[in-house]
């Protein structure tokens, strides 16, 4: 018998399948448990899961109706960053994560991108021609209740 025939059918198939399901799965479980703690913030499962589906409803007339829309992010602060990557994952969306302005990173993205995700207007490299949106701090405090620590 392999491993996985020894193990009970239930508790195999309630695992997470992604990050996302396994925030969810800790927001209901332990939500006051601490889930980051990024430069003297520190936030909880719950807080966390709130913000992402926030973030994901604030995202969703953004992401391209393509089959398996492709989307680029590229926000220098890392909790807004995650957030943005786990919003991202719950629309199904495909990410490539970058690092942001000037960086070896942005003049060599692949060309198969539907939108681009910055936190500051960066001149894109010319033979780039994707849709971007400015997703910066304000941008956040609307979608989400940030607090001045961000």
């Not at 399901?21 to 499962?45: C, F, I, M």
Request: net charge negative; charged share 15%.
């Amino acid at each position: 018998m392999n491993i996985i025939e020894s193990l009970p059918v239930q508790k195999f198939c309630s695992a997470p399948l992604n990050t996302f399901d396994y925030l969810e799965q800790r927001a209901l479980d332990k939500p006051e448990h601490l889930a980051l703690h990024l430069s003297g913030n520190s936030v909880t499962y719950q807080q966390l899961y709130q913000d992402v589906m926030r973030v994901t409803s604030a995202l969703e007339s953004l992401v391209s109706q393509a089959a398996t829309p492709v989307v680029a992010v590229g926000h220098m602060h890392p909790q807004l960053h995650l957030l943005l990557l786990l919003a991202c994952e719950n629309l199904g969306v495909v990410t490539l994560s970058f690092q942001g302005a000037g960086s070896f990173q942005m003049a060599n993205l692949p060309s198969k991108i539907d939108l681009i995700l910055l936190d500051e207007p960066y001149a894109l490299p010319k033979t780039l021609t994707t849709r971007t949106e400015l997703l910066d701090i304000k941008w956040f405090k609307q979608t989400i209740a940030l607090s001045n620590e961000v």
